[in-house]
């Protein structure tokens, strides 16, 4: 399959924990990535290869791998964390990208 | 520090040619590292990866846009373009350019994007 599916909208309190997953078939045989936008603004890149976390990025994202599922924790919620969500992938071969459809995360 | 910006018309007639631009700074189009890559996301949806173009001029093509689809290198070695052909209302979006990092594996210098509106 060619689908990264996401949930449309996830909504957490200040300080709470939220968790945003991404399933597709593709993703036992290849990496995901997730990007952060904010309204108005270009993705930016969060977490890498399923569970890496760039410098710069706050250690309340984490990303985790289990099977065709993949998931991504904000731990602490702050409201500058309200974005939407996407992660990325790419097909068997590594040669198409792929996108999830994006989650809207909305803090309370 | 990479920058990408794209241009080109904000408006495009329907059934018209959509022709855009991105313009790479502080780096070269010429390495085998990266893929040079366009985004676009329709208006209150998700993104969309239409393809992406190497340094040698190589294409990989969404399928779903592939026949109307093509990218090229500019003659300078800093730039790259698309161009999407009979374009509808459906093509209204923002368009980002990107460089797609090989080594890592995502995308991780991006334009601030352009909208572009299909008019009928």
């Known amino acids: 399959s060619f689908e990264l599916t996401q949930p449309p909208s996830v909504s957490v309190s200040p300080g709470q924990t939220v968790t945003i997953t991404c399933s597709g078939d593709?993703?036992?045989?290849?990496?995901a990535y997730w990007y952060q936008q904010r309204p108005g603004q270009a993705p930016m890149m969060i977490i890498y290869?399923?569970?890496e976390r760039p410098s710069g990025v706050p250690d309340r994202f984490s990303g985790s791998s289990s099977g065709t599922t993949v998931t991504l924790t904000i731990s602490g919620v702050q409201a500058e964390d309200e974005a939407d969500y996407h992660c990325?992938?790419?097909?068997?071969?590594?040669?198409?990208?792929?996108f999830g459809g994006g989650t809207r995360l909305t803090v309370l | 520090q990479v920058q990408l910006q794209e241009s080109g018309p904000g408006l495009v007639k329907a059934s018209q040619t959509l022709s855009l631009t991105c313009s790479v700074s502080?780096?070269?189009?010429?390495?085998?590292?990266?893929?040079w890559t366009w985004v676009r996301q329709s208006p209150g949806k998700g993104l969309e990866w239409m393809g992406h173009?190497?340094?040698?001029?190589?294409?990989d093509y969404n399928p779903s846009l592939e026949s109307r689809l093509s990218m090229s290198l500019g003659m300078s070695r800093s730039l790259f373009s698309l161009s999407l052909t009979s374009v509808t209302a459906a093509d209204t979006a923002i368009y980002y350019c990107?460089?797609?990092?090989?080594?890592?594996?995502?995308?991780?210098?991006w334009g601030l994007g352009l909208l572009v509106t299909v008019s009928s």
């Open positions: 990107a460089r797609d990092n090989q080594t890592y594996g995502y995308l991780d210098y």
């Open positions: 502080a780096g070269s189009i010429d390495s085998g590292d990266y893929h």
């Open positions: 173009i190497y340094f040698d001029g190589r294409t």
């Open positions: 593709v993703l036992s045989k290849q990496y």
């Open positions: 290869q399923d569970t």
């Open positions: 990325q992938s790419a097909d068997k071969t590594g040669t198409f990208v792929l």
